[in-house]
């Protein structure tokens, strides 16, 4: 039998894919699962969302361990209020965002309280891993939470790509995480953690194991995806979003 589900969460639809997945492989329901966060960014044109409104898809094979595994999750933790900082009432083209409060009260408050509950609860410290990544619906936000845990910002750079690519929500952490196995080595531990607006937030610790240095070079790094790019100008960006329709 096969499922198929199709999740919200605003942007951390991607990690409760991984985190189901997980516990219907560790139930012993299933041997598999794809767990992919795929979105397209939407912003009122004008609006603050639009700069870094981005695109974008990362998707990661779960299974039971094996000798050929790349990684493993060791740990999880979540935190979920209930916080409206972000939303789209029904048949809106654009979703509407509080301004400031999706700062302190919602993105900080989230993922700081996913981050403490994990490593207090699993009794890792920020000195027992070797990479994080945090959401990055901006570049400032991650820094702003690096500064706060006190983590040094070598090992929040390998996964930063905001500043490349934008806010692609629900692929957002997952393509930083993607980023860092691109160079993470084995028994190095990282730190991810999504954020989705409404609010929640998903913290999970993985270790590197050794198939990852047969595996990784088997396709091309995502930086080099990143590096191959075309750039347009505004106009054909309004085209191919269909925000300039034809008469």
């Not at 219907?24 to 044109?45: N, V």
């Not at 974008?56 to 740990?75: C, K």
């Not at 965002?97 to 509950?117: D, E, M, Q």
Request: glycine content about 10%; overall charge negative.
């Amino acid at each position: 039998s096969k499922l198929a589900a199709d999740l919200e969460f605003a942007c951390k639809a991607g990690t409760e894919a991984i985190l189901s997945i997980l516990g219907l492989i560790q139930g012993g329901q299933i041997e598999y699962g794809l767990a992919i966060g795929a979105d397209t960014a939407q912003g009122r044109p004008g609006d603050a969302l639009e700069y870094t409104a981005a695109s974008g898809a990362a998707a990661f094979l779960l299974g039971r361990m094996s000798d050929d595994a790349v990684a493993v999750i060791e740990a999880w933790s979540g935190y979920v209020t209930d916080t409206p900082d972000f939303w789209r009432r029904s048949l809106d083209r654009y979703p509407m965002h509080a301004a400031r409060f999706t700062g302190a009260p919602a993105y900080f408050k989230h993922i700081l309280g996913a981050v403490n509950s994990l490593l207090e609860s699993d009794g890792y410290s920020t000195s027992d891993v070797d990479y994080f990544v945090f959401h990055q619906p901006n570049v400032k936000f991650p820094l702003t939470v690096a500064k706060i845990l006190k983590i040094d910002r070598g090992k929040l750079a390998p996964g930063l790509l905001a500043d490349k690519i934008g806010n692609t929500y629900s692929a957002c952490s997952l393509l930083g995480l993607v980023s860092v196995l691109d160079q993470a080595q084995p028994d190095q531990r990282i730190l991810l953690a999504s954020y989705g607006s409404g609010a929640g937030s998903d913290a999970l610790i993985i270790r590197v194991l050794d198939g990852i240095l047969e595996k990784r070079d088997l396709a091309p790094k995502l930086r080099e995806f990143i590096e191959d790019k075309i750039y347009i100008d505004y106009s054909t960006y309004l085209r191919l979003r269909k925000e300039i329709l034809k008469g």
